[in-house]
């Protein structure tokens, strides 16, 4: 079993929030794991939304993905991290808002992809609690763990 | 991507309980390794992020490190935050990098305390739960 769950402690708390694993991802996965050809990128790179629908395996693109040129809220390359002997890894990363972003924001959804853009997007994840971020210096840092056997 | 292992007595898995058939087999524990993002060690980042007080926890590492290093407070962030949310249940035992022994030993600071000492480098005989040796 594979599966996806989010964990961002932004300030003093400690949320969750269910996220999901795309169809695109999942196909990405299974060729991770045995396809004779070359295989699909991993997927370590965070992008933040603002956008308040639903997530869906059917998406394909994180709608209304934060993308202000120079901004510090856009995708990036998150820190891997697995723990041997155990079923989990982790993707974490932490966005620091700059003078170029477009503040306030309300980031309500994240998505991972295996690519610094474009790419294919492998999880969505609605935050459980949504993030402010007012000035230039504020910051999120979100941990999303996998899950798998 | 800069590597750190960390040495890990009390994994947990996936539903937050301890990884008993590690923590119960005469090994000494298993390792968690950490690929770090490209900004862990960005000063100007860091002290941008640590302009404000958004973030009570970051807040708290960057007051703990001394002024050379506050330049690792995001790779401390980011460690912290995994960590504790799905690697472990106690603080790590020892931390080495080969190619950044400076992170390590400001990781292995920021998880030492009165009661716990966290070892820069690993100690001999120590593997990772299924590595030869274990």
Known sequence: MLYHEHYEPPADRWLEGEALLTNGGRDSVHKQIADTAAQPASFNYVALTANTSAASASDTTLAGEIVTGGGGLIRGQGTFAHTNGTNTSTITKTHTANGSDSLPVVVHKIGIFNASSSGTMGFETVLNADATLSASGDNLTTTDTLTAG | ?134
Request: glycine content about 6%; hydrophobic content about 35%.
């Open chain 2, 1 to 134: 991507m800069t590597a750190v292992q960390v040495g890990n007595a009390v994994p947990k898995m996936s539903n937050g309980s301890p990884a008993s058939h590690i923590i119960d087999d005469p090994c000494d524990g298993t390792i968690t390794e950490f690929s770090m993002a490209p900004y862990y060690d960005d000063a100007e980042v860091a002290e941008l992020a640590l302009s404000t007080n958004n973030d009570r926890v970051l807040s708290m590492v960057g007051r703990a490190l001394a002024t050379e290093d506050r330049r690792f407070a995001l790779g401390v962030r980011d460690v912290e935050d995994a960590w504790w949310s799905a690697h472990s249940n106690d603080p790590p035992e020892w931390v080495q990098s080969d190619e950044d022994p400076e992170f390590a030993r400001v990781l292995a600071e920021h998880f030492s305390s009165s009661s716990h000492q966290c070892a820069v480098g690993r100690p001999d005989g120590w593997s990772a739960y299924g590595e030869e040796g274990d």
